[in-house]
């Protein structure tokens, strides 16, 4: 039940100034950083991460995000605790803005949709990307971080859950 999951804090993120509410959000929940770095994403990287998209919408989908993810720098973090996937997931909220919950990550800094973002020629600007399985977790893992970057929970993950 203890898991770990990718989050990146996009750069619209980034940019808006909202790495510190964001991320309190994840700590306030119980789940422990273990691994962080802010970078820049290259166009390679970011077209393994999106290898799915590619092959389900295709290259101009693609290139949106690969623009996207080139507007500026991001924080790639990896997350450890009780059901991480599904709860994060829960918390960043649905993909649009304007359909997310408010007391999401989204519901409560994005309004974007689809329909503006393809009218304006980007891909959505909706501030988190976390990992949607388990097994999507550990590729997505992999990709954005080696092993000797990744820390041993600093405090026990669990200690108040028992």
């Known amino acids: 039940m203890i898991e770990r999951s990718l989050v990146l804090l996009k750069p619209d993120c980034v940019k808006r100034g909202l790495i510190g509410r964001v991320i ?3 700590e306030d929940t119980g789940y422990k950083i273990i691994g962080m770095k802010m970078m820049w994403a290259d166009e ?3 077209r393994e991460h999106y290898a799915d998209v590619t092959k389900r919408k295709g290259e101009i989908v693609t290139q949106k995000l690969v623009n996207m993810f080139n507007d500026g720098p991001l924080i790639a973090m990896v997350l450890e605790g009780l059901h991480a996937v599904e709860v994060i997931r829960k918390m960043v909220g649905s993909t649009q803005g304007k359909e997310a ?3 999401t990550i989204r519901g409560d800094f994005s309004t974007q949709s689809y329909s503006y973002s393809d009218e304006k020629g980007f891909a959505i600007r909706n501030l ?8 999507e977790a550990k590729a997505e893992i992999k990709l954005w971080f080696e092993n000797s970057e990744l820390m041993k929970p600093y405090v026990a993950v ?5």
Do not use: M, N
């Open 101 to 103: 919950v408010p007391g």
């Open 44 to 46: 390679k990287l970011t």
């Open 24 to 26: 309190q959000r994840f």
């Open 158 to 162: 669990h200690d108040w859950h028992l």
């Open 128 to 135: 988190v990307h976390a990992s949607a399985t388990p097994e």
